[in-house]
């Protein structure tokens, strides 16, 4: 078991940037992999960024170039720096972390965080 807690939302101007944490409950090294998707209003929900125990990342096609996500074990936290943000970023964030437990993976979300683009 594993929660998540994301902070870092809200209301940013377009062009601008974005930090987005998700603070896990245990050692992020004993999670398989964790990620962002977000979720915007009539659109299924979609893979941000995600990052795997032994580091390696992947980023959905809308971000590639201007997003990175990193690990900070200190404090058992992954982070989203999003740069050059459109309005069509507007969408609800979701932490979540994957873990293969007895050979089944388990997925877990934290409870999603607003951001918004806009002037």
């Known amino acids: 078991q594993v929660q998540l807690v994301e902070s870092g939302g809200g209301l940013v101007q377009p062009g601008g940037s974005l930090r987005l944490s998700c603070a896990a409950s245990r050692s992020i090294f004993s999670i398989d992999a964790m990620g962002w998707y977000r979720q915007a209003p009539g659109k299924e929900r979609e893979v941000v960024a995600a990052?795997?125990?032994?580091?390696?990342?992947n980023y959905g096609e809308d971000v590639k170039g201007r997003s990175t996500i990193s690990r900070d074990s200190a404090k058992n936290s992954i982070i989203l720096q999003m740069n050059r943000l459109k309005p069509e970023d507007t969408a609800v964030y979701y932490c979540?972390?994957?873990?293969?437990?007895?050979?089944?993976?388990?997925?877990?979300w934290g409870q999603g965080i607003q951001v918004t683009v806009s002037s």
């Open positions: 979540s972390a994957l873990m293969v437990v007895a050979g089944s993976p388990e997925g877990f």
């Open positions: 990052i795997t125990n032994t580091g390696v990342t």
